[in-house]
């Protein structure tokens, strides 16, 4: 027996990842270069899940939304060459943006837990680069990596599958306050929810790499003017899937490259199951939605990528993707843009292309219907 080899947090490939992931959320680009990044990924079958209506919205947060323009190119340079070093498995179909998910995900999974065990013991310099470097600032006050990280991002993953993160959410959910976090609280309490952007900044990514959904049937009523509220967020299956990954490995003070590898191989897994799901998004919607799940889950099952993905998390991504998909076409559909109605209606039932809202109310009720037999 072979002694595991620990996976050491001073490399010089984490720590360009460090930066890449940096890179991942700092503001940047307009919001035509992410509609084109948009474009491009929907015709890859790879869709976002935040909406149209966000990124071609007139006000100065829509460039928000377009931070990961900055991301998907460095993210696939990055795992090529981390890849390589520790003898990953790349996936075959070299769909840039499932690659760009898989080191996202891997980048802050290996983050978060050098930031909870092996800080300590870090070189001053690369210790630094966690704590000390600016990683966003929001209304003057500059947050580290170990801010956001080790604070908002558990608080994200924290949702259960019916909680919900809206518009105003204080970011002090976890209670465990960096002293930068408390600062900015306390600088943007007094001004009203709608300070409270920041958060539309740090889960961009999220949002865009599927870790997060937005609530795409509140977002019809918001269209309607039928709520007031523009932004409400839930955890998506592969979330869930992360968040348990996450649970996992804090339980221990070192992960090992194995464990990198095996998470990196139930990540392809899932990807080809996302494909999956894309493509049967009609029977979803019109037949038996759960034949769909248990699909899913065969192709994840057949590939070892159940530890950490199980059947709830498939059942919570079918309904993520009908339901971003159909919200999608929705959006497109009710703001005009023709373009993208076309690019999401290849997944969609042509009987009901003229009837999006019905489309959705139908998935929803029958969702309902089946939920409560299946708990």
């Not at 969609?348 to 708990?375: T, V």
Request: proline fraction near 3%; glycine fraction near 6%.
């Amino acid at each position: 027996m072979t002694t595991p080899t620990i996976l050491n947090p001073t490399n010089e490939y984490i720590q360009e990842g460090i930066k890449t992931l940096i890179a991942c959320s700092s503001t940047g680009g307009k919001s035509l270069d992410y509609t084109k990044i948009y474009e491009n990924a929907i015709k890859s079958d790879y869709i976002p899940f935040y909406s149209l209506y966000n990124i071609f919205q007139k006000s100065k947060t829509s460039k928000y939304f377009s931070n990961v323009v900055n991301c998907i190119d460095r993210l696939n340079k990055w795992f090529e060459e981390f890849a390589s070093s520790y003898d990953l498995e790349v996936s075959q179909d070299g769909n840039k943006f499932y690659t760009a998910r898989n080191a996202f995900i891997l980048l802050f999974v290996i983050n978060k837990h050098t930031l909870e065990y092996r800080l300590p013991e870090l070189p001053i310099a690369f210790k630094q680069l966690l704590t000390h470097d600016s990683f966003i600032t929001w209304g003057k006050v500059s947050l580290t990596l170990d801010d956001v990280v080790g604070h908002i991002w558990p608080a994200v993953l924290s949702l259960t599958t019916t909680g919900i993160m809206k518009e105003g959410t204080q970011i002090d959910i976890l209670g465990d306050l960096r002293p930068n976090i408390k600062t900015l609280i306390n600088s943007t309490k007094s001004q009203g929810g709608d300070k409270y952007k920041i958060y539309k900044t740090i889960i961009s990514p999220m949002l865009f790499f599927n870790l997060l959904s937005e609530d795409f049937v509140y977002l019809v009523d918001v269209l309607e003017g039928a709520a007031r509220s523009r932004y409400r967020f839930l955890i998506t299956g592969l979330g869930s899937s992360v968040k348990n990954v996450l649970l996992d490995i804090l339980n221990r003070s070192y992960i090992t490259t194995d464990e990198i590898n095996t998470l990196n191989k139930i990540l392809n897994q899932i990807n080809k199951a996302h494909v999956y799901i894309l493509s049967n998004i009609r029977s979803a919607l019109i037949e038996n939605w759960f034949s769909v799940v248990r699909g899913a889950f065969q192709i994840v099952e057949s590939g070892g990528g159940t530890l950490y993905y199980t059947k709830s998390d498939v059942y919570l991504d079918v309904s993520s993707y009908t339901l971003a998909t159909v919200g999608q076409f929705y959006v497109a559909h009710k703001l005009g843009h023709r373009e993208f109605a076309v690019l999401f209606s290849k997944y969609l039932p042509i009987d009901y292309l003229d009837r999006p809202r019905e489309m959705l109310e139908n998935y929803i009720k029958r969702f309902i219907a089946m939920s409560i037999r299946i708990w």
